[in-house]
């Protein structure tokens, strides 16, 4: 089980579908420089809903053929330069969607069904440039209308930074259930952790109900400050300098080149 | 009558005038004026207003994840939400995927986020943009990430309920599926907006000005709201209030 941010990286294949959480949740910012670093290729992100910075890294790096978000968002850093880059060169197959589809997709592959269905959606563009969604009719109720399914999503692999992790792999993630979401729905889970706990995380009641059982979980690596340069919520919130210093230089490519020479390829430059 | 106030200001104040009684408000992303908004609404509310803002720690109630302001939503938890457009059409349909001809856009923009759901479940959509152009507010949005109106069967409980740009305030004839302007901010003029507005909208023959937010709103927002804005958009609370985020 616990093993190192390299390893995570390594049993993340080149054309895996990989759940992401978005930024003010738990991000394993420690291992998008792994898998940067080790050349990843051809990812299919799911941004569970959205995606932010480690989107717009792993993007320019080259590590993404498809993105399948409700949106790529910076929040009050403004664009993704390298996400919109890649779109304008063509670089980048898009899978656009919306925050409730994606959950319910996620949420049919929890319960182990084909489909979901989701209110709203009923004449946006997105459905219609979306094959795994489609309109159907409420069985018991023929008058109710239309209703948009959405067909079921199954990562191969959720990454995600978390608080706290024990050695049996129990990963302590709070209220942000939406990776408990991401766990269940995925083949395997990979987590780095701010600190590893001493004991059975499932043992104490007050932090069992906040946590991924360990059945989901096949790697934890220990990570302190594993989201750096973002943030993690109830420890430590963004490296505004150093994001406004990547969004600079993201702008370019060489700038972005820069940026990872310094702070991916350099050795141990991150801790 | 003579109290100086940001434009910002004008705008939070005017929002959070139309949640005066509400229940429960949502803020989803990049909504600073928004979220100010909603938080110095419950702050005059005397405790009968809910905030519920995504990604804030400590202005959201929810503990299923980020699923949970979805079902909230479709059960009619909430009474507000605000949503956005990088082009926003007379209809109000609400395009937040890009410009040009999908998928080779010409410009791209973040992403639909939960409008194609939220548009259609929370019963007052305030639709707001500051940039008050004619690329914005366009005829017919190029991709439509979430409907302004919808056919008669279409499971629908919401939609928009006004559009709040640096310029104006556009109300929704829900009748006529039409914008209908409703006050111009002072210091801007009628000829301008229709200068600046790609679509056609409804007018009445006189518009009034938007009310200016009075000495003890200003001294609100200033105070508590702004500290309690800091923790989720600390670059626009620096920005328009000097607040410093103590986390």
Known sequence: MMTSIEDLAARIPDGARVALAPDYSGVSMATVRALIARGAKDLH??????????????????????????????????????????????????????????????????????????????????LTHRDDWTIGHDPFDEEDGPIVMVKAIRPDVTLIHAPLADC????????????????????NTLVTAEEIYDGDLLADERLAPGTIPGLYVSGVAEAANGAWPVGLFGRYGPDDAHLRDYLQRARTVDGFASYLDEFVHAPKAAE | MSTDF???????????????????????????????????????????????????????????GGRELFDCAAQGRIDAFFLGGGQIDGQANINLVGIGDYPETKVRFPGSFG????????????????????????????????????????YRKGGPHALVTGRCVFDFDDAAKRFRLQSIHPGHTVDEVREHTGFNFDMPDDVPETPAPDASTLALLRGDVAEAVTERYPAFAAKVFGTVNAA
Not at chain 1, 168 to 182: D, Q, S
Request: hydrophobic share 45%; proline share 6%; with cysteine.
């Open chain 1, 45 to 126: 992100l799911i941004g569970v809903p959205s995606v932010g910075f480690q989107g717009d890294m792993l993007i320019g790096a080259g590590c993404v053929a498809t993105l399948e978000a409700a949106a790529v968002t910076l929040d009050e850093y403004g664009p993704a330069p390298q996400f919109n880059a890649a779109i304008k060169a063509g670089a980048l197959k898009m899978i656009d969607g919306t925050c409730p589809a994606i959950h319910a997709g996620l949420q049919a592959a929890e319960k182990g069904i084909p489909f979901m269905p989701v209110r709203g959606i009923v004449g946006s563009d997105l």
């Open chain 2, 6 to 64: 940001a434009p910002e200001e004008l705008l939070i104040a005017t929002v959070a005038d139309m949640l005066t009684g509400l229940g429960h408000v949502a803020v989803g992303a990049q909504s600073p004026i928004p979220g100010t908004a909603a938080l110095l609404a419950r702050a005059r509310s005397g405790g009968g207003l809910r905030v519920s803002m995504l990604g804030s720690e400590t202005h959201s109630p929810f503990t299923d």
């Open chain 1, 168 to 187: 049996h792999g129990n990963v302590w993630i709070g209220v942000r259930r939406e990776m408990m979401l991401m766990a269940h729905a995925s083949r």
């Open chain 2, 115 to 154: 409008s194609a759901y939220l548009y259609f479940l929370v019963p007052r959509v305030i639709l707001f943009r500051e940039e008050h152009t004619a690329r914005v507010l366009v005829p017919k949005v190029d991709f439509v990430s979430a409907p302004g109106v919808s056919e008669e069967n279409t």
